[in-house]
């Protein structure tokens, strides 16, 4: 199975300021990645698709990019609802497979 | 309104059964890939299984022959029938549609 490694594990930072979370496969994923944020007590969230892909509804502030082996996922300025852990996870192999997840926390 | 809503977790004995059901409104099951994914308190997250196409499933190796996937068009609901229960399936299970719409879980506890 694809492992999926999410860096870092935790990320501190001001609100207003910018974030950049990484996300890198143990093989090729070719652009079959998904981005999700998930809030204490609250299902996942689907944020990005197919890499770059905002979901419905999801700020701009949200991108993604990257290709094959390493994902970014950058949140230009991060607004107090945007603090919470985040998954990437690849579906282009069977078994789908997520990442540990990184958590943004408030500096 | 496109929503999924799970049901059937509770306590179980190790060894045991469950079947957690999942009923989708505002689409068709039979339709789109639908999926079980599980997350463990405290612990990120984890695909479980996904059916698609008619007939089509797949497993995590960790729930391999003991969990299977199914669904009722008539019903127009998802299945996760779940045997041979460990310790370790303890999580909350979420349904979920595609990518984009999730339920807000069932809890599953495995313990004597």
């Known amino acids: 199975e694809i492992v999926m490694t999410q860096t870092p594990a935790t990320l501190s930072v001001s609100p207003g300021e910018g974030a950049t979370l990484s996300c890198r496969a143990s093989q090729s994923v070719s652009s079959n990645l998904a981005w999700f944020q998930q809030k204490p007590g609250q299902a996942p969230r689907l944020l990005i698709f197919g890499t770059s892909t905002r979901a419905t509804g999801v700020p701009a502030r949200f991108s993604g990019s990257g290709s094959g082996t390493e994902f970014t996922l950058t949140i230009s300025s991060l607004q107090s609802e945007d603090f919470a852990v985040y998954y990437c996870?690849?579906?282009?192999?069977?078994?789908?497979?997520f990442g540990q997840g990184t958590k943004v926390e408030i500096k | 309104e496109v929503q999924v809503v799970e049901s059937g977790g509770g306590l179980v004995q190790p060894g045991g059964s469950l079947r957690l059901s999942c009923a989708a409104s505002?689409?068709?099951?039979?339709?789109?890939?639908m999926s079980w994914v599980r997350q463990a308190a405290g612990k990120g997250l984890e695909w479980v299984s996904v059916?698609?196409?008619?007939?089509?499933?797949y497993y995590a190796d960790s729930v391999k022959g003991r969990f299977t996937i199914s669904r009722d068009s008539s019903k127009n609901t998802l299945y996760l029938q779940m045997n041979s229960l460990r310790a370790e399936d303890t999580a909350v299970y979420y349904c979920?549609?595609?990518?984009?719409?999730w339920g807000q879980g069932t809890m599953v506890t495995v313990s004597s």
């Open positions: 996870q690849q579906y282009n192999n069977w078994p789908r497979t």
């Open positions: 059916t698609y196409s008619g007939d089509t499933t």
């Open positions: 505002g689409f068709t099951v039979s339709s789109n890939y």
């Open positions: 979920v549609r595609d990518q984009n719409v």
